[in-house]
């Protein structure tokens, strides 16, 4: 149930949804997802949905990190991305492997310190965790090839933009019942925010816990 083979499958049925990267697919297929959940719950970790984490969050959903990760890819630089929302750390681990230094963000401190210990454990080493509130991003380690939010904001999260390098792209759910999965890429001073797809993430909080 948490073999190879399965993860095989996981990866045939991305790319029956439409995911094409190959690097994605590749990177998906050897991480392993039931090392993210809780051990009661592995027997679903291939399956294409999102599962609880403990303290009210969740691991997102195979396909949505599928296809966020396939966005982030698409930079034309690949040296420095940032995630708000680390969770349980799937999708800071596919950003690990993508890019050369993955910084992440988390607001819940419980969270946070497991997630740190299972990306030791699992050899992943250019991820820098970080507890604190991440709506403003991380001005003083900007600019970033990619800002990858995954936690769902009322509104566009304009005052990131300028945290993002040239031909950056910030890619992020906004709303609240309904929500839009949308990216923003930057050229120059130029932005072009593209609109993407129906989603449904957690809510973007304010503060710690
Ligand atoms: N990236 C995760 C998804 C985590 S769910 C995955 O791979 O599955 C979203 C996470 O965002 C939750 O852990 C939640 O606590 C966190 N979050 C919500 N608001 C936040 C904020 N303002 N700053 C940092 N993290 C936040």
């Known amino acids: 149930m948490t073999s190879a083979r399965t993860r095989a499958r996981l990866v045939e049925r991305l790319r ?34 999102s599962l609880p984490i403990g303290f ?23 040296l420095s991305a940032l995630e708000i929302g680390t969770g349980c750390g799937y999708q800071t681990a596919v950003l690990a492997k993508l890019f050369k230094t993955v910084h992440t963000i988390e607001r819940v401190g419980g969270l ?20 604190a509130d991440g709506s403003h991003g991380l001005k003083e380690l900007s600019p970033f090839n990619v800002i ?27 709303g609240t019942q309904e929500q839009e999965l949308r990216m923003i890429e930057r050229h120059g001073e130029d932005f072009l925010e593209s609109r993407l797809e129906k989603v449904n993430f957690v809510p973007l909080l304010p503060g710690l816990s």
């Open 112 to 131: 946070l310190r497991n997630t740190r210990e299972r990306l030791g454990r699992l050899g992943i080493h250019n991820a820098r965790l970080r507890h």
């Open 56 to 78: 009210g969050q969740t691991i997102s959903q195979p396909y949505i990190v599928a296809r966020m990760s396939e966005l982030a890819a698409g930079v034309p630089e690949r």
């Open 16 to 49: 029956a949804q439409g995911i094409s990267n190959e690097e994605v697919l590749n990177v998906m297929g050897a991480i392993p997802r039931h090392e993210f959940i809780d051990e009661a719950l592995s027997h679903k970790a291939y399956d294409d949905t």
């Open 148 to 174: 990858l939010i995954t936690a769902a904001a009322p509104i566009v999260p304009e005052s990131l933009i300028d945290q993002l390098a040239d031909r950056g792209r910030l890619i992020f759910p906004v």
